[in-house]
């Protein structure tokens, strides 16, 4: 048995499966630290092969080797602080040519390096092949494997090759460059080991002083100026690249066959004229399934639960637990979660066409069709596919703001999802548009909808023109080949995705729940007899002159809305019981409702001006979550709710002092 | 000429690269250097493109297609 540790780096592209590739040898058992002095996320685990304990470090996805921004910073002064034994550099093979530029680089540090060919399932897919045993022999002898992150496949191969290849030492020089600037390698490499002795890796070094890397040279200055009289970058690059060329030439086939049938996809797909209907068409098919299949589901969905929540309480009563218990439990957690579980059919829907468009990589190419269309309101043109699925649900439709690049980008779209109606918001606008507008209940439902696209557009017109963000229509985004989507990778997808989505009904949801519960069960004296003197109540009562300016001053209202905070659905439910209605979607409990409102003069302009409430306001307790998540700002959260509340109360106030002074 | 007014279906070689630091290196990192033929496969009114080069198709918006100075590659 060994007792040295192997200390291995995982180094790769961004979106080259790295992470993936390290969770699938970590699991759970991982470190999630910070880089020193940096806010990029650091994460480590341990692995065992036959005796040999290996210490796994997840190095930030990084282009190349440069110093210009900290992920390669960081990554470089990990590597050549001699902290990392080997590296495995994680390739995307699919391609190749661009990911071995980082590759290149790597080779040029002299430690050892072992090639993990990641995605071939992909590369077969698209019919190309890669001959693994010429690349290895191009790329100095290092080990080269083939894996699956996904599939776990390769994954032995791999920690054999680390440990084999550690034990082995170090390959051989790999780029060869011209002439001059070989000479001046050799000039520079021999002024370096006559001033510091012995550096770990004088070639790099070199090179990097050539290129005049800012960093290396306060490290190592060297007086040379008949050497190192100007950048010689550029020259490197290209000459790193003439030999991925060769290499790429050498390995890879088939490759203009695949090309072939994506630029012919690409002339209609991205045309300048068709791209945009081509692009709406395929949304409204995805819309038709996510609503109209998903909907189908989703009442069998609603039947189980009922079934589920009166089988319960039947139980629960049979075997005499107390009535406080089940209440909580039925009313509280069952009908919280329950409620959201609900809407997984849908969700499951939408996100299967998602990954569907994204694996098949169409979804990269909306970024461009789209891209003036919403460059006209300051956002970037990815960022429409996140207010699309806003419309479905604003939790996975903040998810998905995941796919922009940077954080400015991120946070801009984050703020505008919300105001998308998403279909939790549905219920509301039904309940209410029936009651109090008769036969224009529709376009007063679909008004709603059209308002909150206006609000999102609005919002972002104003937040771009206050605080514009810089490098406007600076879209740079690869489109990759167009492959039949793999089931596997689309399954994944949709797990991920569903998963995120029960946890979270699972934690946040049903904590909400039960202090919901407790907040319209209780009071200071313990139970209260009745909503109306519950903390809620109280609560209720304490924002009526708040809410009165908007039409919204009575107390049930107010804590209607404050219960539509854990989802917005439950405004619907909350509203059922703050006004004793039996059944609220029957004509008959509709009528009731409209009744007890109206008995505190609740009419139509309040119900409209309740209705934009709704619709603007914080969507529910999960998407805060989620944007906490997403964003990993508490400041940045707070500041996005009392942005929708503020908002939303004020355009309650408009409509209802504007609807009262025209109607009144 | 600028990439942004590319023909489509024409290459071209790049000449100059004047866009923001962040995304010269990106732009550097993908091989789109001096000298470097670049295919314009698809290209808006407003001069955002789709791009060929060193085997990999980019979409660039008009800020970065204008910053990138080419001439018309020798048939």
């Known amino acids: ?664 | 000429m600028k990439l942004s007014d590319g023909v489509m279906g024409k290459t071209y070689l790049v000449v100059r690269v004047e866009v923001a630091e962040r995304i010269t290196r990106r732009l550097e990192a993908l091989g789109i250097n001096e000298g470097i033929p670049v295919l314009v496969m698809n290209r808006k009114k407003n001069g955002t493109v789709i791009i060929k080069v060193r085997g990999t198709w980019l979409a660039l918006g008009t800020k970065i297609a204008s910053g990138i100075e080419v001439k018309e590659a020798a048939e």
């Open chain 1, 1 to 664: 048995m060994s007792e040295q540790v192997i200390t291995v780096g995982f180094v790769g592209n961004p979106n080259c499966g790295k992470t993936t590739l390290f969770n699938a040898y970590t699991g759970a058992n991982l470190k999630v630290a910070n880089w020193p002095g940096v806010t990029v996320e650091r994460m480590e685990g341990a692995a065992y092969y036959k005796g040999h304990k290996l210490r796994l470090i997840d190095l930030p996805g990084i282009y190349s080797l440069t110093s210009y921004s900290i992920e390669e910073r960081v990554a470089r002064k990990c590597i050549m602080e001699e902290e990392i034994d080997v590296i495995v550099n994680i390739v995307d093979a699919s391609s190749l040519e661009r990911n071995l530029y980082l590759t290149m680089q790597l080779l040029e540090f002299r430690k050892p390096v072992v090639l993990a060919l990641n995605m071939m399932d992909i590369v077969q897919e698209r019919g190309m092949e890669i001959d693994t045993h010429r690349l290895p022999e191009m790329l100095g002898g290092i080990p080269v494997v083939p894996v699956s992150a996904r599939k776990r496949m390769g994954l032995d191969v791999l920690l054999h090759a680390v440990v084999h290849h550690y034990e082995e030492g170090p390959h051989e020089k790999v780029v060869t460059y011209t002439k001059g600037i070989e000479a001046k390698l050799e000039k520079v490499e021999k002024a370096l080991a006559d001033r510091y002795g012995e550096v770990s890796n004088p070639r790099w070094v070199a090179i990097k002083l050539l290129e005049q890397d800012e960093e290396i040279g306060k490290l190592y200055p060297l007086d040379l100026p008949d050497v190192l009289d100007k950048s010689y970058e550029k020259r490197i690059i290209n000459e790193k690249y003439a030999y991925i060329e060769e290499v790429v030439d050498e390995c890879l086939f088939n490759r203009e066959s695949a090309a072939a049938s994506t630029e012919k996809a690409d002339r209609y797909l991205t045309h300048r004229i068709f791209g945009i209907p081509i692009f709406l068409g395929i949304l409204a098919v995805v819309f038709f399934l996510t609503f109209t299949v998903g909907d189908f589901l989703k009442g069998y969905f609603e039947m189980g639960l009922e079934w589920f929540s009166g089988s319960l309480m039947n139980v629960l009563g049979g075997i005499g637990v107390s009535d406080w218990l089940i209440s909580l439990v039925v009313d509280g957690i069952v009908a919280g979660v329950g409620g959201i579980l609900t809407f997984l059919p849908n969700i499951v829907i939408l996100f299967l066409a998602l990954a569907f468009l994204e694996d098949s990589g169409y979804m990269a190419r909306v970024a461009y069709v789209m891209n003036e269309v919403m460059g006209s309101v300051g956002l970037s043109g990815k960022a429409f596919l996140p207010m699309i699925l806003g419309f479905g649900c604003t939790v996975p439709a903040i998810m998905a703001s995941r796919g922009l690049e940077n954080e400015k980008d991120r946070r801009r779209t984050m703020m505008v999802t919300p105001f998308m109606s998403c279909s939790a918001r549905l219920p509301i606008y039904v309940l209410f548009a029936h009651i109090f507008f008769g036969k224009y209940a529709m376009i007063a439902a679909y008004s709603l909808y059209v308002i909150g696209v206006l609000v999102a557009i609005l919002v972002a017109k104003i937040a771009n023109k206050l605080y514009p963000l810089p490098e406007e229509n600076a879209l740079l985004i690869e489109l990759p080949a167009y492959k039949m989507p793999n089931p596997h990778t689309v399954f994944i997808y949709v797990w991920e995705k569903v998963k995120d989505y029960l946890t979270k009904a699972g934690t946040v949801i049903f904590v909400v729940s039960i202090f919901l519960w407790f907040l319209l069960n209780y009071n200071l004296h313990g139970p209260a007899e009745d909503v109306s003197v519950s903390f809620g109540a109280y609560l209720g009562r304490i924002l009526v002159p708040l809410l009165k300016p908007a039409g919204l001053g009575m107390w049930q209202i107010a804590v209607a809305l404050l219960c539509g905070l854990s989802a917005k659905e439950v405004v619907v439910s909350s509203c059922a019981v703050l006004f004793a209605v039996s059944n609220i979607n029957s004509s008959a409990g509709m009528a009731e409702l409209g009744a007890a409102l109206g008995a505190g003069g609740f009419g139509p302009v309040n119900a409209y001006a309740f209705l934009v409430f709704c619709l603007l306001y914080t969507p529910c307790a999960a998407a805060i979550g989620t944007i906490q998540r997403e964003s990993h700002s508490w400041k940045f959260t707070v500041k996005q709710v009392l942005f929708q509340l503020a908002l939303a109360w004020a355009a309650a106030v408009l409509v209802f002092q504007a609807g009262s002074l025209i109607f009144g």
